[in-house]
């Protein structure tokens, strides 16, 4: 069983509401996320001598996360990753969002779901947000009503997505947290052993937009079928990072996608999702700039995402899974993130 106390993280400017946090726990997890953002704050996981680490980067206080910064742990959206110079056409109307990364439009725009506050509701075994995403907001056409709910279950945090429009709208929801099952605040992830069950990627132009192409892993630094050594594996193929979409075998169903293992503290990393992409991102953007929980900076590399999602881009590439959700219909997604020691 998993135990959820709340209590108040902070105060927005000029009165605009208080931020709580809420606090999952069970034996083997505890897990704070605060109601700005669906926002995960910490997450602390125990290694093979018994002793528990914060494995997220991210911020100590409200103010962190009121300021420019990657998204550390938060809910984003409407449409999570890039849609091409922000724009899309649905039905011969064009469609203008906010512009916030290169020339393209970035998770959600410059108001994304991550820097709003959401409406909490406290459950047994976890906490349950929800809002109402006016129409227009970001550029986005008509009204969608979302339910994100997080639940503890021994060493398994699930994650579970809803949402429900008034017209006819892309939507791709995910949760941005980076990790490091060293405990934040260590120097990078290169000793963090990776494992990614898919066969294709897709390759991305100088944008980061997708060229359109699927792409089989085979032979290419991108085949991460059998679990890699990160650092090794950047050098050996001379590359940046990640920071690329891969093609998983979307279902309904649960399904396992990746799996990422610190061989120094036995932690393990399981994803599961019913989403048919995940971004795997290496942090390729941190610059050591800002300063995160007991005062740990948080140089390039020094955290990775797996961002469960639909495909950057779908909306603007017909032979990617569908992105739209219609009145009438309901967007369900959960993903599920499983910490255990080896």
Known sequence: MASVTRAVFGDLPSGAGTVEKFQLQ????????????????????????????DVVLGFAELEGYLQKQPYFGAVVGRVAN????????????????????????????????DKVLWTPQVLSNGVQFSRVSPDGEEGYPGELKVWVTYTLDGGELMINYRAQASQTTPVSLTN????????????????HEVTIEADAFLPVDETLIPTGEVAPVRATAFDLRKPVELGKHLQEFHINGFDHNFCLKGSKEKRFCARVRHAGSGRVLEV??????????????????????????????SGFCLETQNWPDAVNQPHFPPVLLRPGEEYDHTTWFKFSVA
């Open 26 to 53: 069970s034996d083997l997890l505890k897990v704070d996320i605060i109601s700005w953002g669906c926002t995960i704050t910490a997450l602390e996981v125990k290694d093979r001598q018994g002793r528990a680490s």
């Open 82 to 113: 890039r849609i091409a110079k922000g724009t899309f056409t649905l039905d011969g109307k064009e469609h203008r969002l906010a512009i916030n990364n290169g020339p393209n439009s970035l998770h959600g725009g410059v108001r994304g779901f």
């Open 176 to 191: 941005h947290s980076y990790f490091n099952l060293a405990g934040q605040g260590s120097p990078n992830i290169y000793d």
């Open 272 to 301: 599961y999702s019913t989403q048919p992409g995940v971004q795997f991102y290496t942090g390729n953007f941190l610059d050591g700039t800002l300063r995160g929980k007991k005062g740990a900076v948080y140089p390039k590399h």
